[in-house]
């Protein structure tokens, strides 16, 4: 079994919260690979990775070496991610460790992803995306066109690149986040945006404070998000 049963529970979590975020990996740890749709297996030094239609891979280890995916597919990384993942179509992204500072997942399409570690590097999608990082954020997310919902368990200290159309943007950070940082993002997605902060350095509420900065000409609201605890 490519993963620890521990792995599985939190992405099976992750899948039920984030609404059948990761679909494709749950059926093969439970049903195992059919016949008309196996899965690749390779080590992550074993060089550059090249994906048919929606195929699937399994690394095993580390991942060293650049994977494409151009028509889409689904990539299981079982270590850390030290590389490129070049996706397109509709694309679903297990890395059990680290997105290292040197990775980066690029998806030119619709992606889900979830990380078991940190995302110190990038993640980049070009349309809607799902993503479920299991410790802190400190790395780049660059969102898409559509709609983005990310969860966060650890703390958010990183950086946010909206898209240069308006968007809308769902954000869930189980630890901190500095509240400049909230009104930031705020200012980047004048669509909406909706977030759920563990712990912040103000106190416990809903925010922003000022009203103007949640409502548009029309009075609906766009832009809120609550804060738990006060560090």
């Keep these: 079994m490519p993963v620890s049963t521990d792995i599985q529970v939190r992405v099976a979590h992750a899948d039920v919260v984030m609404d059948l975020a990761f679909q494709r990996s749950l059926e093969y740890w439970q049903r195992g690979e059919k016949e008309s749709d196996p899965w690749l297996q390779r080590t992550g030094d074993s ?17 060293l ?3 494409s995916a151009p028509e889409g597919g689904t990539i299981l990384v079982c270590g850390n991610l030290y590389s490129t993942l070049d996706v397109n179509g509709f694309s679903e992204i297990i890395i059990t460790g680290d997105v290292r500072p040197d990775g980066y997942i690029r998806a030119e ?4 992803a979830f990380i078991g570690g940190h995302l110190e590097g990038t993640l ?8 479920w990082i299991d410790s802190d954020l400190s790395g780049v997310l660059k969102t898409g066109f559509s709609s983005t919902r990310i969860h966060v368990n ?18 869930s950070v189980a630890g901190f986040a500095a509240n400049e940082s909230l009104h930031r993002i705020m200012e980047y997605y004048p669509n909406r945006f909706n977030a759920s902060i563990g712990i912040s350095d103000v106190p416990p509420g809903l925010y922003p404070l000022e009203e103007s900065h949640r409502r ?3 009075g609906n609201c766009f832009a809120r998000w609550s804060v738990q605890q006060q560090r």
């Design 154 to 171: 650890g703390d958010y200290t990183g950086s946010i690149i909206p898209p240069e159309q308006p968007s809308s943007f769902f954000l």
């Design 47 to 63: 060089g550059a990775i090249f994906l048919e239609e929606k195929q699937a891979v399994i690394i095993e280890g580390d991942c």
């Design 65 to 67: 070496h650049q994977v």
């Design 109 to 112: 399409n619709s992606c889900h």
């Design 216 to 218: 548009n000409e029309r």
């Design 124 to 131: 980049q999608s070009s349309d809607w995306s799902k993503v």
